[in-house]
């Protein structure tokens, strides 16, 4: 008998997980909105400045513009607290962002970085403790500034330099979620090219697909020291020592080499494919194309004019054996990931979510004189 009111408790649960459904405050607030209208420009890849392997004759020439739910808007419409709107987004998140990849939030009333980290709290992913986020994120391969004890710049990487859609991946924990918020769009440009790993897996040809499944991807990460260093460092974006690295690193289970001026190397293997936590389906979640040397080879400003020889870019991804991939893979896998993508233009007070392993985020290079385009992450 005093099992009794357990074992009923343990039945009680399982249709109510399987019919949750939103409460009557969150679908009231926040309703389907319009679909993203296309951009008032089209969006250049093909032949793009300052676009990791924009001369590719592969490449679409223009982004396609975005479909009737990806990505699937919701509009906010109700006088609540900005608390009470990270709660509801987390219902709606919970609910339906496994459905469809990514939801753009537009209508919340947020005012800037300290609202939108107001925010992320109340949603609560990975922020509970206010010190995990900044933790996983700390080693993230590109520039970026801490703004609160939530947020974050998305990148202050040059203004022209597209960052090519991609997975949000190991040196910031794999995370599940990523969520975007534009303070001030770009005067030209900008826009968020986002993709839909779904469709990418299903055009990929399927031996690429076999052979990065058997064999995994091999991440290395470079970092000068910082008296070299005309990018980042490892001082600045791993730790500021060299003890303090090692800890990090062996944590993490990275494999890692000193060279004899100072620069640190780190690597490890990760799949290229799993098991997506919440619906079981296999997903192309990776950043195989993304941390290969082309992101910055010839595309990022810092590093356009560098010679032939020039091996010390911040990124690389080789098979899990080391060997090297393909050109043509490399380009097959860029172009079915160009091809799945969708421009979403910013406005103002966006808040755009990702499910990181089912879709992917990036920056469209901007262009003008004019105030800089303000992302947070
Ligand atoms: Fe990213």
Same mark, same amino acid.
């Given at each position: 008998?005093?099992? /009794?009111?357990?074992?009923?408790?343990?039945?009680?649960?399982?249709?109510?997980?399987?019919?949750?459904?939103?409460?009557? /405050?969150?679908?009231?607030?926040?309703?389907?909105?319009?679909?993203?209208?296309?951009?008032?420009?089209?969006?250049?890849?093909?032949?793009?400045?300052?676009?990791?392997?924009?001369?590719?004759?592969?490449?679409?020439?223009?982004?396609?513009?975005?479909?009737?739910?990806?990505?699937?808007?919701?509009?906010?419409?109700?006088?609540?607290?900005?608390?009470?709107?990270?709660?509801?987004?987390?219902?709606?998140?919970?609910?339906?962002?496994?459905?469809?990849?990514?939801?753009? /939030?537009?209508?919340?009333?947020?005012?800037?970085?300290?609202?939108?980290?107001?925010?992320?709290?109340?949603?609560?992913?990975?922020?509970?403790?206010?010190?995990?986020?900044?933790?996983?994120?700390?080693?993230?391969?590109?520039?970026?500034?801490?703004?609160?004890?939530?947020?974050?710049?998305?990148?202050?990487?040059?203004?022209?330099?597209?960052?090519?859609?991609?997975?949000?991946?190991?040196?910031?924990?794999?995370?599940?979620?990523?969520?975007?918020?534009?303070?001030?769009?770009?005067?030209?440009?900008?826009?968020?090219?986002?993709?839909?790993?779904?469709?990418?897996?299903?055009? /990929?040809?399927?031996?690429?697909?076999?052979?990065?499944?058997?064999?995994?991807?091999?991440?290395?990460?470079?970092?000068?020291?910082?008296?070299?260093?005309?990018?980042?460092?490892?001082?600045?974006?791993?730790?500021?020592?060299?003890?303090?690295?090692?800890?990090?690193?062996?944590?993490?289970?990275?494999?890692?080499?000193?060279?004899?001026?100072?620069?640190?190397?780190?690597?490890?293997?990760?799949?290229?494919?799993?098991?997506?936590?919440?619906?079981?389906?296999?997903?192309?979640?990776?950043?195989?194309?993304?941390?290969?040397?082309?992101?910055?080879?010839?595309?990022?400003?810092?590093?356009?004019?560098?010679?032939?020889?020039?091996?010390?870019?911040?990124?690389?991804?080789?098979?899990?054996?080391?060997?090297?991939?393909?050109?043509?893979?490399?380009?097959?896998?860029?172009?079915?990931?160009?091809?799945?993508?969708?421009?979403?233009?910013?406005?103002?007070?966006?808040?755009?979510?990702?499910?990181?392993?089912?879709?992917?985020?990036?920056?469209?290079?901007?262009?003008?004189?004019?105030?800089?385009?303000?992302?947070?992450?």
């Amino acid at each position: 008998l005093q099992k /009794l009111p357990h074992m009923l408790s343990r039945f009680a649960t399982v249709p109510a997980a399987r019919t949750r459904v939103l409460s009557s /405050l969150a679908a009231a607030v926040l309703r389907p909105g319009s679909p993203v209208a296309p951009p008032a420009k089209p969006v250049q890849i093909r032949g793009r400045p300052f676009l990791p392997d924009g001369a590719n004759p592969r490449f679409p020439e223009f982004m396609a513009s975005a479909r009737e739910e990806f990505p699937k808007v919701f509009s906010a419409q109700g006088d609540l607290s900005i608390p009470e709107w990270g709660g509801v987004t987390r219902e709606l998140m919970d609910e339906y962002l496994h459905q469809y990849g990514v939801i753009l /939030l537009r209508g919340l009333p947020l005012q800037g970085s300290a609202d939108f980290g107001l925010f992320m709290k109340a949603v609560g992913w990975r922020l509970k403790d206010k010190t995990a986020y900044l933790r996983a994120i700390q080693a993230r391969s590109m520039t970026s500034t801490v703004v609160n004890d939530a947020v974050r710049t998305a990148s202050d990487d040059h203004r022209n330099y597209t960052i090519e859609p991609h997975n949000e991946f190991h040196t910031v924990g794999c995370p599940r979620y990523i969520t975007l918020y534009c303070e001030t769009p770009a005067e030209e440009g900008g826009e968020w090219p986002t993709g839909d790993s779904r469709a990418i897996l299903a055009q /990929l040809d399927p031996e690429v697909v076999a052979k990065f499944e058997r064999l995994g991807a091999r991440y290395t990460v470079f970092y000068e020291h910082k008296d070299n260093a005309f990018y980042n460092c490892w001082q600045g974006n791993v730790a500021p020592t060299k003890e303090a690295c090692e800890k990090y690193l062996k944590a993490l289970n990275y494999e890692f080499k000193w060279h004899e001026d100072g620069a640190l190397s780190y690597w490890q293997n990760f799949p290229a494919i799993r098991v997506h936590p919440k619906t079981g389906e296999r997903v192309w979640f990776n950043q195989i194309h993304a941390h290969h040397e082309t992101f910055y080879k010839g595309a990022h400003p810092l590093f356009v004019d560098k010679p032939a020889e020039f091996d010390r870019y911040p990124v690389h991804t080789t098979y899990g054996d080391g060997t090297p991939m393909e050109r043509e893979v490399l380009d097959h896998i860029r172009e079915v990931i160009w091809k799945n993508c969708v421009a979403v233009p910013t406005q103002a007070g966006d808040v755009i979510v990702y499910d990181n392993w089912l879709a992917k985020h990036g920056r469209m290079g901007s262009f003008g004189d004019g105030p800089a385009r303000k992302v947070y992450v």
